[in-house]
Nanobody, 127 residues
Framework: QVQLVESGGGSVQAVGSLMLSCAAS?????????MAWFRQAPGKQREGVAT????????VYADSVKGRFTASQDYAKHTVSLQMNNLTPDDAAVYYC???????????????????WGQGTQVTVSS
């Protein structure tokens, strides 16, 4: 049973920074896990935030976080991190880690299916 555990959420003032981490346990497959970050604010749909594209290892970001967030993944350790800088109240949400062993080339990383999800970690940003 694969489990994802997020950490690093919390409260920060606007323009502050946070780093989120996600660790996958219980995965024993031969292929690397594709891992991504999503978030959901109250009253809004869940949206993709960041991931590392399996085809070329390049990061993919939502337009709203480009230039401020940086994702990194350790494939050997099945971990993914999200460094969030210059946070604004619009970034406040529950952040979820998602993972799947299928690369699904050709599918947008934020609209594809992920088999595993974490419980989420709250990020609060005060103005």
């Amino acid at each position: 049973q694969v489990q994802l555990v997020e950490s690093g959420g919390g409260s920060v003032q606007a323009v502050g920074s946070l780093m989120l981490s996600c660790a996958a346990s219980g995965y024993h497959g031969e292929s690397s896990l594709i891992m991504a970050w999503f978030r959901q604010a109250p009253g809004k749909q869940r949206e993709g935030v960041a991931t590392i594209r399996p085809a070329d290892g390049r990061p993919v970001y939502a337009d709203s976080v480009k230039g401020r967030f940086t994702a990194s993944q350790d494939y050997a350790k099945h971990t993914v991190s999200l460094q969030m800088n210059n946070l604004t109240p619009d970034d406040a949400a529950v952040y979820y880690c998602a993972a799947d062993p299928r690369p699904m080339y050709g599918s947008h990383p934020f609209s594809r299916e992920y088999s595993y999800w974490g419980q989420g970690t709250q990020v609060t940003v005060s103005s």
